[in-house]
């Protein structure tokens, strides 16, 4: 059973629009949620997160939404740039499980100029 | 500073054989997690390891193991390998755990292709 979701394999969007990507879970017994983008051969790279006593975080173009009660969780990226073109995965701990991360499956963000 | 170093960055094993996966986090990380990435299950915990002690362990198999050294580098073993163990075999490496929990620095990868 998958805990963290990520319904939307993929996503196309032109450059200078916004892009939402959508997270859903099921435990709630995660209080911390992070977003990470991956290129092609390569690792990985941590985005934004978002603690579960907040119902949004921002960092420059990047913010993450949090909505408790419905269990679900959305990255905007404004404005989207050809850059931003990777798959991008979000994850979510326990805060007493150290840094196991449950990841889903993944959105492959496409920006096209 | 240095990322996370993992070796060998590709490699082809046969069923039946073991495999050992090497990870050099980065300097001053003590925290080193493994995850297996394959395109039907997606990312995967394997274990935590922090100060030479494993602190979680995911829901793998036996066969699956590491151990941290005491300079924080870490390695895992994979024995008996199955076909299904082909893999993208990811090491992250971060400050110890409770300090932004979760903030992970990955490494490139180990490609293991088990024939």
Same mark, same amino acid.
Not at chain 1, 26 to 31: A, E, K, L, R
Not at chain 2, 97 to 102: H, I, L, Q, R
């Given at each position: 059973d998958q805990q963290v979701k990520q319904n939307s394999p993929s996503l196309s969007v032109q450059e200078g629009r916004i892009s939402i990507l959508n997270c859903d879970y099921?435990?709630?017994?995660?209080?911390y949620f992070l977003w990470y983008k991956k290129y092609p051969a390569e690792g990985p790279t941590f985005l934004i997160s978002i603690s579960s006593i907040k119902d949004k975080n921002e960092d420059g173009r990047f913010t993450v939404f949090l909505n408790k009660s419905a269990k679900h969780l959305s990255l905007h990226i404004v404005p989207s740039q050809p850059g931003d073109s990777a798959v991008y995965f979000c994850a979510a701990s326990v805060g007493n499980a150290g840094n196991m991360l449950t990841f889903g499956g993944g959105t492959r963000l496409m920006v096209k100029p | 500073k240095a990322g996370v170093t993992q070796t060998p960055r590709y490699l082809i094993k046969t069923r039946g054989q073991q495999v050992t996966l090497s990870c050099s986090p980065i300097s001053g990380h003590r925290s080193v997690s493994w995850y297996q990435q394959t395109p039907g299950q997606g990312l995967q915990f394997l274990f935590e390891y922090f100060s030479e002690t494993q602190r979680n362990k995911g829901n793998? #198999? !036996?066969r699956f193991s590491g151990r941290q050294f005491s300079n924080s580098r870490s390695e895992m073993n994979v024995s008996?390998?199955?076909?299904?163990?082909?893999a993208l075999y990811l090491c992250a490496s971060s400050l110890p #755990? !409770?300090?932004?929990?979760?903030e992970l620095f990955f490494g490139e990868g180990s490609r293991l292709t088990v024939l």
């Open positions: 099921t435990n709630s017994m995660f209080d | 793998f #198999p !036996g008996t390998l199955e076909l299904g163990d082909s #755990p !409770g300090w932004d929990a979760g």
